[in-house]
Each structure stands twice: as structure tokens, then as C-alpha cells.
T-cell receptor, first 109, second 115 residues
Framework: QKEVEQNSGPLSVPEGAIASLNCTYS??????FFWYRQYSGKSPELIMS??SNGDKEDGRFTAQLNKASQYVSLLIRDSQPSDSATYLC?????????WGAGTKLIIKP | GAGVSQSPRYKVAKRGQDVALRCDPI?????LFWYQQALGQGPEFLTY????????KSGLPSDRFFAERPEGSVSTLKIQRTQQEDSAVYLC?????????????FGSGTQLSVL
């Protein structure tokens, strides 16, 4: 079992709908969690970070963390075609980040 | 510059050739990471520096891979006797501190193709 797991997708969502991305993690990953967005041919960029159980909202993005169930999710409201990208989930372990393989999200106009 | 700078952007090497990839992190950033990213995969950890000290090199695939950051700023990843399986994008990232809770700033990467 990988330490950070994501469904590779692609996840296809109509424009204007809510996109829901999920990630599960192992016991080794415990401190902090991050969602990065990566456009094709580009480097990852941070979307959200979350450290405590519950929800964290930033504009159209909401990160949810459930440590008991060991999952973290990212919701994107009012999805736009520009949100089409690969979303990488990463968990912190001391100084290091453990990365999932990413979920490819496609927003259909 | 304001961001993490990597060079070259693209590198084509013949099998057996040595290559050197450069990373210039954001000034003042303590932590520097090298990652290898294969197509359709997430970044795979290679090595970590805290200032000039290489604290973790557990992700380096073989002894053909070597990294250094002698003055705690610019870092070089060297791959000796390149093999086809070394073909990937090599990403460098830096962060201000070393707590594991910091935002990582990535460079644009070096796409290495070994023929």
C-alpha cells in the first residue's frame, strides 16, 4: 500500500459544478497535508494546506481533513475550465513530503 | 530572481554521458529538495538539504546520482553514466524553513531525455 493514495482519474466535471478530489494516507504521514495543482508541463503550485481536523476554506477551494479516517479531500466549487489540471495530494512527515500520484481533473465547458 | 531557477530546461544525453542539473533556490530559503517526476506520477523524493548539509539522500536511485549544495544556496544534481531509466523531469524545490509545514516553491524543472 502506498503511503499517499489518490485515484488517478481522469475525473470529468461539468463547468460550474463541484469537483471533489480525495486522498488517503498511511500512519507515516501525520503532520500536515497539502494540495498542489500541476498543469501539464509545469511545476506544482500550492493550492491549500491543512493541519487540523475539519474544513478550511479559501475562495472556491475547501480542504477537509479527517485524521481518524486518514483522508483528506479538496472541493472546488463553481469549477472553471482553468481548473483542469492534475491535483497532487502530499502529506508531511518531519521535513519531508510524501506525494500521491495525482488525480487528473477535466472541467468540461 | 524572485523564484526558484533551474537549468537547463531541457537536456538530451547519450547513454553513458554525465549530466549536471543546476538549481538556484529563493534567497534565504533553508530547505532544498530534489525530486524526480516520471510522466503521470507524483514527484519522488531524491534528496534534501538544510543549508549546506545533505540530511537525507535516501531517495537517490543509485550511486550514479550525487547532489551538493556547498555554500547553502545553489545546488547541483549530477548523474553519472546516464541510463535510459534516468529519463524524467527533475524538480528542485525550496522552502524558507525546515518544519515540514512550509510551502514548497518549485522550479520549472529539467526534462532529461537519455537516448
Amino acid at each position: 500500500q502506498k503511503e499517499v493514495e489518490q485515484n488517478s482519474g481522469p475525473l470529468s466535471v461539468p463547468e460550474g459544478a463541484i469537483a471533489s478530489l480525495n486522498c488517503t494516507y498511511s500512519d507515516r504521514v501525520s503532520q500536515s497535508f497539502f494540495w498542489y495543482r500541476q498543469y501539464s508541463g509545469k511545476s506544482p503550485e500550492l493550492i491549500m494546506s491543512i493541519y487540523s481536523n475539519g474544513d478550511k476554506e479559501d475562495g472556491r477551494f475547501t480542504a477537509q481533513l479527517n485524521k481518524a479516517s486518514q483522508y483528506v479531500s479538496l472541493l472546488i466549487r463553481d469549477s472553471q475550465p482553468s481548473d483542469s489540471a492534475t491535483y497532487l495530494c502530499a502529506g508531511g512527515s518531519n521535513y519531508q513530503l510524501i506525494w500521491g500520484a495525482g488525480t487528473k481533473l477535466i472541467i468540461k465547458p | 530572481g524572485a523564484g526558484v531557477s533551474q537549468s537547463p530546461r531541457y537536456k538530451v544525453a547519450k547513454r553513458g554521458q554525465d549530466v549536471a542539473l543546476r538549481c538556484d533556490p529563493i534567497s534565504g530559503h533553508v530547505s532544498l529538495f530534489w525530486y524526480q517526476q516520471a510522466l503521470g506520477q507524483g514527484p519522488e523524493f531524491l534528496t534534501y538539504f538544510q543549508n549546506e548539509a545533505q540530511l537525507d539522500k535516501s531517495g537517490l536511485p543509485s550511486d550514479r546520482f550525487f547532489a551538493e549544495r556547498p555554500e547553502g544556496s545553489v545546488s547541483t544534481l549530477k548523474i553519472q553514466r546516464t541510463q535510459q531509466e534516468d529519463s524524467a523531469v527533475y524538480l528542485c524545490a525550496s522552502s524558507f524553513q525546515d518544519t515540514g509545514r512550509e510551502k514548497l516553491f518549485f522550479g520549472s524543472g529539467t526534462q532529461l531525455s537519455v537516448l
